[in-house]
């Protein structure tokens, strides 16, 4: 049985949830599959985030790591490509912490592109009738620092991806773009079901 670690965040930015936990929570609590799920909240903290990231991984020593986070004011699912060594943050993260154009790792690579099969789970999200895309950026806060963090924390032979959700509708402000929790966490079930699948050679990315 391999071992896929599931993660979310906590709330932040004065929120009192994330609907990225609360779909990691919905997905374990009827996770059927045939691997082992790991499932944890990270705390939204630059550094926190990365400390507690890499214990999960040291202590569960996982076969694919699957993260999961909030974009306000998305009205899609984005599987996301690449992280970028870059802390650039708009807001105060939990800890006070708000770093501006700093490298998550000083003698890192510029960029590290996700292992996860993101071509796939978003064909997938697509026949599923989920909104989806594969997207280029994860910003440049906790959550671009997750991925990029993950990708350099596992063996190169584990699948590693992050999902990017909207607001749920049991969490989204007025007006806001959502999608129904429910259809949240089947979309990161989804994620998790393809997560050691290969990648679909087809075309995409974007033109400007
Ligand atoms: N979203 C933020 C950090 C935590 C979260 O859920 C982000 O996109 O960086």
Redesign the pocket.
Request: with cysteine; glycine share 14%.
């Given at each position: 049985m391999r071992t896929i670690l599931l993660t979310g965040?906590e709330a932040?930015g004065g929120d009192s949830r994330?609907p990225?936990a609360d779909a990691v929570a919905a997905v374990a609590a009827s996770y059927d599959g045939s691997e082992r799920l790991i499932i944890a909240t990270l705390p939204?903290s630059f550094a926190g985030s990365a400390l507690r990231l890499r214990s999960l991984i040291d202590e569960h020593d996982p076969d694919a790591v699957i993260a999961t986070?909030?974009?306000g004011g998305s009205d899609r699912v984005a599987v996301e490509r690449v992280g970028i060594n870059l802390m650039d943050a708009r807001i105060a993260d939990n800890d006070g912490a708000r770093p501006i154009d700093q490298p998550c790792e000083p003698d890192g690579p510029a960029a590290r592109f996700a292992t996860a099969p993101v071509k796939r789970m978003v064909a997938a999200l697509d026949e599923e009738g989920i909104p989806a895309r594969a997207s280029l950026s994860?910003?440049t806060?906790?959550?671009?620092h997750v991925l990029y963090t993950a990708l350099g924390a596992v063996r190169a032979t584990v699948p590693a991806g992050f999902v990017?959700v909207p607001w749920s509708m049991s969490t989204a402000p007025a007006d806001a773009p959502s999608l129904p929790d429910d259809v949240i966490a089947r979309a990161v079930r989804r994620c998790v079901d393809l997560v050691f699948e290969p990648e679909r050679l087809e075309p995409g990315g974007a033109i400007w």
């Open positions: 965040f932040f994330n990225s939204v986070g909030l974009a994860a910003g806060y906790v959550c671009n990017h």
